[in-house]
């Protein structure tokens, strides 16, 4: 992994993908994904279905998060430029640590490009960032979701129930 330069907007590159800040030309790929049976069977129904909403979505949630915090979710592309997911860190009010979060179109997953991206963006928050201890939450039957969050090296902490009920597994490094 390499941090890349600001010129190119890229956060940062790896052997097959590119993470850069989201735009509001993104927005088709933010209804396209947002709207994916995964995303709403393990995140929940964002109600993102038009380009306003879309826009909204990226203006409130990402391109708010980088001004506020300096990261945020963002673009994971290929290097040829085709969009595949997103992944990045978060600062909710709910956790007492900034969270990664990652999630990929369903063609996408099973190819280690969920894998390649989550570790990259680890090691960047800790490094680049210097944010010493990192979260993340993730549904008990989110298997995939877990697997990976413990061979990036994540470690289950503790579950919990969130502010909306749901049963969260809260796991830290």
């Known amino acids: 992994m390499k941090a890349a330069s600001s010129q190119q907007n890229y956060i940062l590159e790896t052997k097959r993908l590119r993470l850069r800040k989201f735009t509001l030309n993104d927005f088709l790929f933010i209804i396209e994904l947002l709207n994916s049976p995964e995303w709403i069977e393990f995140i929940g129904d964002k109600n993102v279905r038009t380009k306003t909403q879309a826009i909204e979505y990226l203006e409130n949630g990402p391109i708010k998060s980088y001004a506020q915090n300096g990261y945020g979710l963002s673009l994971v592309e290929t290097k040829d430029g085709l969009p ?23 063609e996408f997953t099973g190819k280690g490009y969920a894998y390649e991206m989550a570790s990259a ?53």
């Open 84 to 106: 595949i997911g997103m992944c990045g860190i978060i600062k909710r009010d709910s956790l007492e640590n900034p969270d990664i979060g990652f999630a990929f179109l369903k």
């Open 121 to 173: 963006t680890l090691s960047y928050a800790m490094d680049e960032l210097k944010i010493s201890k990192i979260s993340a939450i993730t549904l008990p039957h989110n298997t995939r979701s877990i697997n990976l969050l413990e061979k990036i090296g994540m470690k289950l902490i503790k579950s919990f129930t969130s502010q909306n009920g749901k049963e969260l597994l809260l796991f830290e490094k």
